[in-house]
């Protein structure tokens, strides 16, 4: 699988006054990328890719690779970083246009949200936590980004990634 995000929960998408018992971990997100399309990774529940949530507090820097005479071990192939902009507007679809038209940039240049509601492209596809079956939490909405040559591939469509704080359970799924 590969690896797509990392993500602080920090008391994304709850309502005020609830517990915060997601605060303390990470999400690490992965995805099939053998024959993408065969893996159904666009399902929550089929196996094709995973939301993983993991104890901040155990998480540590890795060291970087001793080199061997090689000095591609230390190159990475591409890595990106977000910036996180606030927006007033009532929905997503709503925030990226604003975004788009105050900054002068392309609204593909958004690569998501955190927390919120999610902007379905077909039908709701809430998961239920399979331990509570409770419906879980959208943690955030991912989009493939602008260039295609470090695109992640949901199909031309976008992700979404959920949790259940208490069952300390996640997941993942797209549409397109």
């Known amino acids: ?77 591409a890595v990106n970083a977000v910036t996180l902009v606030s927006s007033p507007a009532a929905d997503y679809s709503e925030a990226r246009e604003e975004w788009g038209n105050r900054s002068g940039n392309s609204p593909r240049n958004v690569l998501g949200q955190l927390g919120g509601q999610p902007d379905w492209l077909q039908g709701d596809e809430t998961p239920a936590c399979a331990t509570c079956t409770q419906p879980m939490i959208l943690v955030a909405q991912l989009e493939e980004g602008p260039d295609h040559t470090t695109a992640m591939n949901f199909g031309g469509g976008t992700a979404f990634a959920f949790a259940c704080g208490p069952c300390a359970q996640g997941a993942f799924l797209w549409q397109c």
């Open 1 to 77: 699988m590969q690896f797509l995000a990392q993500i602080l929960l920090d008391g994304l998408g709850r309502p005020a006054g609830e517990a915060d018992t997601q605060a303390d971990r990470v999400m690490a997100i992965f995805m099939c990328q053998n024959d993408p399309g065969l893996c159904d990774e666009w399902s929550p529940t089929a196996g094709g890719n995973r939301a993983l949530l993991y104890p901040s507090d155990a998480l540590r820097p890795m060291a970087a690779p001793v080199p061997d005479g090689d000095e591609d071990v230390l190159r990475l192939g």
